[in-house]
């Protein structure tokens, strides 16, 4: 909680720290979470062995972001939904399978983004 005696410097630090508490309880309480960190993890071996340009680095890794940055935001709406209605109920039902499809979209675009860089890598290496 920020506080009005926090200067500029001292408020970052706790925002920092804030965060790094938050991607920690995230990583080990979120099974969806470790599932897209060990794609993450995948991908990223898959761009040293085909030696992919650093275009294709930085596009990997936007939507690598994109996915764990969605899993996250659904993530938090789920726990809020879930504190604010703890009992299944029909509109937070509807409110946490939207808040869903985010991760969904995001993992179809990085799938679509892993098809352009690897697809035409793994055609290459196979006509030789």
């Known amino acids: 909680m920020k506080s ?6 001292k408020g970052r630090v706790k925002g920092v720290k804030y965060a790094i508490k938050g991607i920690h309880t995230l990583v080990k309480s979120e099974d969806s979470i470790k599932a897209q ?33 969605a899993e996250a935001i659904n993530t938090a709406i789920e726990k809020i939904a879930d ?32 098809g352009i860089i690897y697809i035409p890598k793994i055609i290459t290496l196979f006509s030789v």
């Open 4 to 9: 009005h005696n926090d200067g500029f410097i």
């Open 83 to 114: 504190f604010i209605h703890p009992e299944y109920h029909e509109k937070i039902g509807a409110i946490k399978d939207i808040a869903a499809g985010a991760p969904a979209i995001a993992a179809l675009i990085s799938l679509l983004m892993a």
């Open 37 to 69: 960190l060990g794609f993450a993890l995948f991908a990223t071996i898959m761009g040293f062995l085909f030696s992919i340009s650093n275009t294709e680095w930085m596009l990997q890794f936007l939507v690598i972001g994109l996915v764990l940055v």
